[in-house]
Structure formats: C-alpha cells, structure tokens
C-alpha cells in the first residue's frame, strides 16, 4: 500500500490512505461511470494535483460523470457522490464517528473510539459532544466578553481603516476555543502566543507536504512539525493533570475528566477540538462578514433581528434559538463558502445508488462542495442569499448534507455559537462595508480558507 504522504493530497486523502490501509476492500472494478487510473501506481493522485486540491478535481469529475463517479486512490476505487438526490439514496449507517475527527486521528496516529469497538466509538463521541455543551453553558460569559473586547477595538479605529478579518478572527477563535477548552490559563496572552506557534505549526504541514511526500523528503521540516507537535502533547498532559488536581468542572477538558477516559485520551481529544475548533470557527466568522459586507440590505435585516429579539441586552444562550435570521446568514455562508467541502463515509454495508451497486467497505466521498453550488438543489448558487433558507426543502437539503441536526460536526455547532455571539455583538454597533476591487479567492482543502487575507472597513451606526 502506497505511504499516507503519498495519498494525502488533503486531510481527506490522509483518511482514505488510513481507511483503505484499515478496511481493504476488493480491486474489482464496481461499473461506476468514471476515470481509470492515469497510473498502476498512483491511481489518478496527479490528476488530483494538477487540479490543485480534492474539491477542484471533484468538481471537474463530476461534470464529465455525473452525480454518481469514480476514480482512483492508488489501486483501490472510491466512489464520489455529486448530488442531493444521490446522497438522500445512499445508505450507510456508519455515524458512530465523525469524519472531521477522524481524519485529524488518522494524521496525528491517535487510535479512533476508546480502543474496545463500535460501542466505545459511540460512548467516547458523545462525551466528546457533551463536554463542548458543558464548556459552553458553563463559559458563555467569556466567550461575550472576548467577542466585546474586539469589537471595542474596532469601534476605537477610524472609519478609513482597513480591518485585516483572517488575523483578527483568527486571534478571536484561538482566545474562545483555548480559555473554554482547556481553562482560565489561556487568559494570558503568553499561554496563547505558545500554543498559536505550535498550532500553525502543525496546521501548516497537515496542509501542505502531502502531494509528493515533501515532508518525509526534508528533515528540516520533519523535525519542526515533529518538535510542534510533540510540544503541543506535552502542554496539553500538562493542561490535563493540572485541572485534574483541581477538580475544576468548568471547560471542555473537565467534561472529559469525568468519564473513564485516560489522561492520555483526554489530550487526544483536547487535541482534536483544539486544532478543529480554532480552524472552523475563525473561517465560518471570516467569511460571514465578508459577505455581509457585500451586501447592506442583508446587514440591516439582521440589525433588525438583533434589536427585536435583544434590545440592548447583551446575547444570552438560551436567545440564540429565536435568531431565526442569523442562522439563515451562518447557513449561507457555510454553502456560499463551501466550508466544509469534502467529507467521507467508509460503506459498511453493501449499498446501491441509483443502478450503481456500492460494494461492503468502499470509501465514499460525499462532495459537498459540488453539492452545495448545485444549481438543481440551490437556485442562483453563487449568490449569496440568506433568505433561500426560509424555504423548507433548503433546510432539508442542508440537513441531509450534514450542516445541521444531529449529524453536525460537533466544532461547527461550537463556530456557529461563537459567530452567532460575534454577529449579535458587532452589527448591533458597526456597519461593515467591502474593499473596492477586492476578490477574496477560496482555498478549498478540508475547511475553506481566503487565499490571502480580506479586509473591510467599519464605521459605528447612529443611535
């Protein structure tokens, strides 16, 4: 079998390296329409790299296809999925596990579930999900506090200042994310600036350095990720023993301290949510106010919102359900982003898509980033229209892809409480308004990232 730096392309090629080297499955062809291999080896991983990233190739394969295609991880088939009619068909029971969580596992070698089978699997996600619900509930306060600080900051710069959104929100996600899962330590700026370091450190080469091995090829580079990252473990068992011994129930970590988990698992998972959180939640509030900012009507309906549903209160939790608007802007920023654009499910049953028999334990890729610019599900798909979302079969549609209900990504509901925070506290006091001939070009990987930072003006609202 081909090594994971090899198959890697993205996170996503990281997955399916560890899920075909874990579930082997048959060389047999399955008769889905597709590409053959462009070589034995290598399967159609150059045609992967040519086309810049995973989303790009899936976006052209399924043009040339269909909604139903195929193609080739070394020599072994996957089957893509194109379409919302194609996925409401396919059957897969397999969501003991969620897909985010297990391509970070997979990268970082740590073992998925609690070691004991498809039951631990279940047990460990859902104390995974329960402590982020704890550390929010019990951390609210300081997820409003940290939002009013930036936002004070920006009220404090003139109306001419151009306000760079990746650094800013970056920092915003990195304050939330540390102080409400591993506790008030991250309330220093030092703590914070330590674990950024090892953070991008990390995220750098999870995302670059997997298209022809590079990292395996420079000791250099090998040996910084290796350092960050074992820098980051240290720092997290260090986390974990100190809140153990202060029996703080408070943040995520304490959540875990609770179960039976090991200290060791413990950090894993803090790990995870950690890395996630931090990459989700800084680019759904990047990309939610870039496109408010391009659009003053939208704006103005949500300041509508906010001051009916709040006043001049402070958001509180138990008002983020009747929100009703906002969520709509976070949903269609999620799909006019397409921030997730790629997950992957392993077929633990025989199952069938259309004519298409869909064998025991293929890797299926559900291309969520061609699906959520679909023009036969989403009606003007490239523009950027919150109010798509009062229609019901939107909703469904974007539950059925997994972006709401309970199959959500447990760090994307964690992003959306944190936006939700951010929106109602910044449109309430600033307008925001777009650059003049600013592009804000994507970089779909696993999360979609501005390919270079965008920036936007603000100036206060009149009272």
């Known amino acids: 079998m081909l090594d994971f730096a090899i198959f890697a392309v993205t996170f996503v090629i990281i997955l399916v390296g560890a899920v075909l080297y874990l579930y082997p499955s048959s060389r047999r062809a399955s008769g889905i329409p597709g590409l053959y291999p462009t070589d034995e080896k290598d399967g159609n991983l150059q045609d992967i790299i040519n086309k810049g990233s995973l989303h790009e190739f899936l976006v052209n394969l399924h043009q040339e296809f269909g909604p139903v295609a195929s193609f080739w991880f070394g020599r072994r088939p996957v089957v893509s999925l194109g379409s919302v009619n194609q996925l409401r068909q396919h059957i897969n029971p397999n969501h003991t596990t969620d897909s985010f969580e297990t391509m970070l596992k997979s990268l970082l070698g740590y073992p998925p579930g609690m070691g004991g089978g498809p039951n631990e699997s279940v047990v460990r996600k859902k104390l995974y999900e329960g402590a982020i619900n704890i550390s929010l509930k019990n951390n609210f306060p300081v997820m409003l506090k940290v939002t009013e600080e930036l936002v004070g900051k920006w009220k404090s710069f003139p109306e001419t200042q151009h306000i760079p959104l990746c650094a800013h929100l970056l920092g915003l996600a990195l304050k939330t994310v540390t102080q409400l899962g591993l506790g008030e330590r991250f309330k220093d700026d030092a703590e914070i600036i330590s674990f950024r370091k090892n953070h991008d450190a990390i995220w750098s080469e999870i995302g670059k350095g997997y298209m022809d091995g590079s990292l395996e090829k420079s000791s250099s580079r090998k040996t910084h990720y290796e350092k960050a990252l074992s820098e980051m473990e240290s720092m997290l068992l260090s986390v974990v023993k100190e809140r153990r011994d202060q029996r703080k129930q408070t943040a995520f970590v304490d959540a875990l301290l609770q179960s039976s988990l090991t200290e060791r698992q413990v950090m894993e998972d803090c790990m995870v949510f950690t890395l996630a959180g931090c990459v989700i939640t800084a680019n759904l509030c990047i990309w939610a106010l870039r496109f408010l900012s391009t659009s003053q009507e939208v704006q103005e309906k949500l300041h509508q919102e906010l001051q009916d549903v709040l006043g001049s209160d402070p958001v509180s939790l138990d ?27 392993l077929q633990e049953v025989e199952g069938k898509v259309d004519q298409h028999v869909i064998p025991k334990e293929t890797l299926v890729i559900y291309a ?96």
């Open 319 to 345: 008002k983020i359900p009747q929100l009703r608007y906002c969520q709509q802007v976070l949903n269609e920023t999620v799909r006019t982003a397409k921030l997730t654009p790629i997950a992957a499910r």
């Open 368 to 463: 969520l980033g061609v699906v959520l610019q679909d023009a036969d599900t989403w009606s003007a798909p490239y523009r950027f229209d919150p109010d798509r979302f009062e229609e019901d079969s939107a909703r469904k549609s974007f539950c059925l892809l997994g972006f709401s209900g309970n199959q959500t990504c447990p760090e994307l509901r964690f992003a959306y409480t944190v936006a939700t925070v951010l929106l109602s506290t910044l449109v309430r006091q600033l307008k925001l308004h777009q650059l003049k001939n600013q592009v804000a070009e994507v970089r779909s990987e696993l999360v979609s990232t501005p390919k270079d930072d965008t920036w936007i003006t603000v100036n206060r609202r009149k009272s």
